[in-house]
């Protein structure tokens, strides 16, 4: 099994470095795992490139984006920043538009895991998450079959047990 893995938190060892490499232990073949921060990652310009061929972009993103594509699995992350995830995990997401464009191009049938971190220890942001499901990864043909969601979670390594205990627990 391929697996790539997008940290979409800057911070090194927080909750979502800490999950995700919960995740990938239980996980058996080869893995690739980015810190999205320390990518060059640019935004999509919207000039439709990709409906004519590709992304005119030459960036990091090209790269991984191609490595997504030749993936079986996508463990997703990103911290809740304002309710929603970071924009560096966002500014990913709107580059999947080089894919959806172009019809020689699927991320079509990849698995996904999505870990989410958030300090609020309640669910205001469930059916956000949830949402994610639908769009972008239902959208771009993806299946998400693992939501990690660790609420309470503030500092760093704090108020994730329960989170590793359903990683702990998963049969992937
Ligand atoms: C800019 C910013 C905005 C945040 N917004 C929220 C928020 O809206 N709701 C929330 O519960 N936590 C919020 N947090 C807290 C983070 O989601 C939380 O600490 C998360 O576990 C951090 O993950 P990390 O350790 O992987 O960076 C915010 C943190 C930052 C830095």
Do not use: H
């Amino acid at each position: 099994m391929k697996t790539i893995a997008l940290i979409g938190s800057p911070r090194k060892n927080g909750n979502c470095d800490i999950l995700v490499n919960k995740v990938i232990e239980k996980i058996d073949g080869e893995n690739e795992v980015f810190f999205l921060n320390e990518l060059d990652l640019r935004y999509c310009d919207a000039c439709q490139s990709c409906q004519k061929g590709d992304c005119v972009k030459d960036d990091d993103v090209r790269n991984i984006i191609a490595k997504i594509e030749d993936a079986d699995l996508l463990i997703f992350s990103s911290p809740i920043y304002f309710g929603q995830m970071s924009a560096q995990a966002k500014t990913i997401i709107d580059r999947f538009y080089m894919i959806s464009q172009n019809q020689e191009r699927s991320l079509a049938g990849t698995k996904v895991i999505q870990v989410f971190t958030q300090a609020n220890p309640s669910e205001a942001f469930d059916s956000y998450i949830k949402s994610m499901e639908t769009m972008p990864f239902a959208f771009m043909g993806m299946e998400v079959i693992e939501t990690i969601s660790a609420k309470g979670a503030a500092g760093k390594g704090e108020g994730i047990e329960e989170a590793l205990k359903k990683i702990e627990e998963l049969e992937i």
